[in-house]
């Protein structure tokens, strides 16, 4: 039988471990879109047939939002190393409320993605976002 000193540190080396494999292996990357065609593209993949118009990045360029004409408002969001694409209508969305000068917070109707705060470069930028939004 383990000592009980013996199995806690067992116990803590494993999750030293896990922890550090996670790390090492990429685990805690954070995705980021760097360009235009780079949104195009991430979006297409899941929404080929649509149309997209002028995009607006948050600052840290995680996420990017866009005019889809007849569509609502398209996203993509860096989510860990991945990337999750929604398009967005008056009916997935459950609040729209703008903080400080930069921010929008958005809580959704759909509980895999139930909200999110996003901060834009400019007032102007994230007053055109809401009204996309809005609209939608």
Aim: hydrophobic share 45%; aromatic share 10%; net charge positive.
């Amino acid at each position: 039988m383990l000592s009980l000193p013996v199995l806690i540190g067992m116990i803590a080396a494993g999750i030293i471990a896990g922890v550090l494999a996670v790390h090492f292996l990429g685990g805690n990357k954070q995705s980021v879109l760097n360009s235009d065609t780079e949104v195009i593209a991430r979006f297409r993949q899941d929404y080929p047939e649509s149309s997209i118009g002028i995009i607006y990045f948050t600052r840290d360029h995680r996420a990017a939002f866009f005019d889809l004409p007849q569509q609502g408002t398209g996203i993509v969001h860096g989510v860990g190393a991945k990337f999750l694409t929604r398009i967005l209508q008056t009916g997935d969305i459950q609040e729209i409320r703008k903080q400080d000068e930069t921010r929008l917070f958005l809580r959704m109707h759909d509980f895999t993605w139930p909200a999110a705060t996003f901060s834009f470069k400019d007032k102007k930028t994230r007053d055109v976002v809401c009204d996309w939004l809005a609209r939608t």
